[in-house]
Every structure is written in C-alpha cells, then in structure tokens.
C-alpha cells in the first residue's frame, strides 16, 4: 500500500475551527479539504476531540462565535454528522499533552489535540499556522484546512 493509500485511510482529526467550517460551510475551508473530508465521512473516519465542544462552548461564551443556534443543539447536530465520531479524553491523551517531545506553545487545547492526533495516529486538519508549523519537525501529520 502506498503512502497515499495509507493517508487516504487515516483517522482525520478535526481542530476546532475546521469541524466550525466544515458544519457552516465556511468559505475559509479549502475546496481540496472539503472533497477529503466529505470521502473521509463516507468511509466513516473523522474524528473530533472531546476537547473541541468545551472549546466551542468557551468562544460563545466570550462571544467570539455566533452559532445562531442552541449551543448543546449545534454540538450535537455537529458530532451526530455521518462518519464523525467523538474521541475521548483518554488518560493518556491528557498526560501526552503535558510530555509532549517537541517544544509546543502552552495552549491547552492545542496541546490535547496534537496528543489526540499521535494517540490516534490520525491526521489533525487545522489552519492554525503555528500547528503547521511545529507539525513539520515530523512528530505527528497534518492537513492544512485552508487548502
């Protein structure tokens, strides 16, 4: 199998602002992310950190997001989508963020979803500019989400 197949294959590991966009349709959302994602939700392999909702809740709570609906309404349409799955705040996802081997900003929830994305051996699908950056020391795999 090659590389690519393998790739193909892998858990997708949505950060925070891509599952937003992806829900929303956000333009922002690259057109070649949208196509991987929507294969990736037919064969039944996007993954979403238990993290993710805490942090959705914790933008609208300091109004930096609108969701123009119930937020426990909009979490749960979001992570009830065809080929999502929740993944856990296992143990030793929590304790990996705090050893990771790599010099990583403090941001917790970036932390638990870099931690979740090697627990898994998923890809995280991200924008955020400093993720794609530290990914590229080798340590885990991304996809860049504007893309």
Known sequence: MSAAERDR????????????????????L????????????????????AITP???????????IDLHQDLMEWVNAALSLSGVHL?????QIVVASTRLPFEMHADPADRILVATARYLGAMLVTADTALLEV???GFFKV???AR
């Not at 690259?30 to 950190?49: M, P, Q």
């Open 9 to 28: 294959r892998a858990w997708l590991l949505l950060d925070t602002h891509t599952l937003l966009w992806m829900v929303e349709s956000h333009p922002r």
């Open 30 to 49: 690259g057109a070649e992310t949208a196509k991987l994602l929507n294969r990736a939700a037919r064969e039944d392999r996007i993954a979403v950190s």
């Open 54 to 64: 805490w942090e959705i809740a914790l933008l609208v709570s300091k109004k930096r």
């Open 87 to 91: 993944a856990p705040l296992e143990p």
């Open 135 to 137: 990914a590229k020391k």
């Open 143 to 145: 996809i860049d989400a």
